[in-house]
């Protein structure tokens, strides 16, 4: 049981460095973009580029690793990563960063899933409440340490990428040291939208329309604080204080849902969110402490927004379709922050900084919209029959391996 506990803060120490390189990395490139003039619409498409890869490492990791084994898969790709973040800091190109964003994105995507079959093989039905609890937790604290790198050090030099391929090599080291049996073979992905629309036609809405105004602030948050003239300090807290928001936010808001209909729930708080959006723009603040608040508030509401759909999806999924509704609305999330960075890159380079919350209140007006024209089309699912509202991990590390390690997953869904 010791040994057993051992391995697994071992793979969480793994995580860490591999968030902590992840974010630091996502915000590293559109600072250092747009210290060197990029425009803004080839920034967005880095968050494009990104989440194609991830897409496409979540359905191609699983061959990779019943090719090479479990070890090798991770090494491969964690060097991967490394190296591409020591070739951008080399490379001062907007056409070689997209290119080589992509790479990143697949990379990410196999080495999370990788470190999720670990823990899922080491998990119980006792302790897999407690692990995922725990991953939670490492995965949000380390993406926000991560983006809080750039806040000590330079980003016009090369040591922050230097930084970045350094953290991503040390996360080799629980894996290549561990000598535990591989666990079994990744989760494969499917998508199917007709059934997932069948289901639940307001989350396959949601989940694509938030995928788009999260992408949109993921990847272009760091640049509108560079083009309103803010501190990097106060860029990398603002953009942590959205993620460490999002995560206080969850309890609440999910209870709240749990004892009510969840559509008024996303209507509520996606229009208070294009609300705050909407604010932003027109009032154009330039104190940094004014902006922090003002996001930290957007945060709070914006990023509970996907775990709200997907519980509602899986209040009208039949049982044992925990897994597949979950994988396809995250695939459909996927899909939304490909688009996201294209509207806001062209808006933010035509308009002003502050178009970027014109995109992302259009999306989440667009879900409270559709959200309400459904509660008059459907009846709520009774209370007594509705599932536990669950949290989600951090919005740049979900896979569909990460469904399995949910305690929420039953243990057939584990063995189909």
């Not at 010791?2 to 630091?24: D, E, V, Y």
């Not at 991770?74 to 070689?96: N, P, S, V, Y």
């Not at 509704?325 to 380079?349: C, D, H, N, R, W």
Request: proline fraction near 5%; hydrophobic fraction near 50%.
């Amino acid at each position: 049981m010791r040994s057993s506990f051992g391995s697994i803060i071992a793979l969480l120490f793994g995580t860490a460095f591999l968030l902590s390189a992840s974010g630091l990395h996502a915000l590293l490139l559109p600072l250092r973009g747009q210290f060197e003039g990029f425009s803004t619409t080839s920034l967005g498409l880095l968050g494009t580029s990104w989440a194609g890869g991830f897409i496409a490492g979540c359905y191609l990791a699983p061959r990779l690793v019943r090719r090479v084994g479990h070890v090798r898969a991770f090494g491969a790709l964690a060097a991967t990563a490394a190296t591409i973040a020591l070739l951008t800091g080399i490379f001062i190109d907007t056409t070689t960063w997209i290119v080589l964003r992509a790479f990143t994105g697949f990379a990410m995507a196999g080495a999370y899933m990788v470190i999720e079959s670990w823990l899922n093989e080491r998990s119980t039905n006792e302790t897999r409440g407690t692990i995922f609890g725990l991953y939670m937790m490492v995965t949000n604290s380390a993406l926000m340490l991560g983006q809080m790198g750039v806040a000590f050090g330079d980003v016009s030099t090369p040591v922050l990428f230097m930084v970045t391929g350094i953290l991503f090599c040390l996360s080799l080291l629980p894996t290549a040291l561990s000598k535990a049996a591989s666990p079994a073979p990744l989760a494969s992905v499917s998508l199917d939208l007709k059934a997932l629309y069948t289901n639940s036609p307001i989350s396959v809405a949601a989940c694509l329309l938030i995928g788009i105004a999260n992408g949109a602030w993921g990847t272009l948050g760091a640049v509108y604080g560079a083009e309103i003239g803010i501190p990097t300090f106060y860029i990398a807290l603002m953009m942590s204080s959205a993620v460490l928001a999002g995560a206080l936010g969850q309890f609440p808001v999910g209870k709240i849902s749990d004892y009510t209909d969840r559509r008024y729930v996303l209507v509520g708080a996606s229009l208070t969110t294009a609300l705050i959006g909407f604010i932003i723009f027109i009032v154009a603040p330039r104190t940094p402490e004014i902006i922090l608040a003002m996001v930290g508030l957007y945060g709070l509401l914006a990023y509970t927004l996907y775990s709200v759909s997907v519980a509602h999806a899986n209040d009208h999924a039949p049982p044992g379709k925990f897994v597949q509704v979950s994988s396809g609305l995250l695939m459909l999330y996927g899909i939304g922050t490909m688009i996201g960075p294209l509207f806001a890159g062209f808006f933010m380079q035509h308009l002003r900084p502050e178009s970027l919350f014109l995109v992302t209140a259009a999306a989440h007006l667009s879900v409270a919209g559709y959200a309400a024209i459904r509660i008059s089309r459907r009846a709520p699912v009774p209370i007594e029959e509705k599932d536990a509202f669950t949290t989600q991990p951090a919005e740049r590390s979900a896979t569909p391996q990460t469904i399995l390690l949910n305690p929420r997953t039953d243990a057939d869904e584990k063995t189909d």
